[in-house]
């Protein structure tokens, strides 16, 4: 079964500092890498993808870096502040085919 | 106001009892997707509907049921043949599922069955 691998867990960050996550995957086909945010009780929301024909893609301070030949791409959050706290999900898909989740992570910025 | 709806919020139910889980959009979306979220899990995939009248399933389709006689619209029964059916059920949509498009979450619904 196609998998996304993510880590950590769970990540305390205090404010102003950046969040890490980190996701890895096998499938060499895939081709669409969006990151989902969800809040509690609520469903997720796209936050940010790319594809792998750029190796980082950038949105106010929200950052996914892309590692082709590795098979790993990240999401970075700057200057994380308390309402970022919320979990945070990678995902990946082939043209075509339904996305893969990771497993989630919950991220925690403490003020 | 566009985008997906799910209700309830949150539905108990006794073991041995099926339970219908209602989704509606007015995105105009072809496809929609149903989500079984567990803690560490992630969310998987239970079926999904690319377009009306037409499912497939998902990774974890035992023990579930859905139709989609409307384009509108994609219950789910969750029967009593599904094991472990306590679980944050979410329901999404997707202009189409044949392409790499964002898919636009409900709020879910919690169910616990005892």
């Known amino acids: 079964q196609q998998q996304v691998k993510q880590s950590p867990q769970s990540l305390i960050v205090q404010k102003g500092g950046i969040s890490i996550i980190n996701c890895a995957y096998e499938?060499?086909?895939?081709?669409?890498f969006p990151w989902y945010q969800q809040f509690p009780g609520k469903g997720p929301a796209l936050l940010i993808a790319?594809?792998?024909?750029?190796s980082e893609k950038k949105e106010g301070r929200f950052t996914i870096s892309f590692n082709k030949s590795a098979k790993q791409f990240s999401l970075h959050i700057m200057d994380s502040q308390p309402g970022d706290s919320a979990t945070y999900f990678c995902?990946?898909?082939?043209?075509?085919?339904?996305?893969?989740f990771g497993a989630g992570t919950i991220l925690r910025v403490k003020s | 106001d566009g985008g997906i709806t799910q209700s309830p919020k949150y539905l108990f139910r006794k073991e041995g009892q099926n339970v219908t889980l209602s989704c509606e959009q007015n995105?105009?979306?072809?496809?929609m997707y149903w989500y079984r979220q567990d803690p560490g899990q992630g969310l998987r995939l239970i079926y999904y509907?690319?377009?009306?009248?037409?499912?497939q399933k998902g990774d974890i389709a035992e023990g579930y049921s859905v139709s989609r006689e409307k384009k509108e619209s994609f219950p789910l029964t969750v029967t009593s043949a599904q094991k472990n059916p306590t679980a944050f059920y979410l329901c999404?949509?997707?202009?189409?599922?044949?392409?790499?498009?964002?898919?636009?979450f409900g709020p879910g619904t919690r169910l616990t069955v005892t």
């Open positions: 995902a990946a898909s082939e043209y075509g085919n339904k996305l893969v």
């Open positions: 499938n060499t086909a895939f081709d669409y």
């Open positions: 995105l105009n979306h072809d496809a």
């Open positions: 790319i594809r792998p024909d750029v």
């Open positions: 509907s690319q377009i009306v009248n037409d499912f």
């Open positions: 999404a949509s997707s202009i189409d599922a044949g392409g790499n498009y964002e898919q636009y």
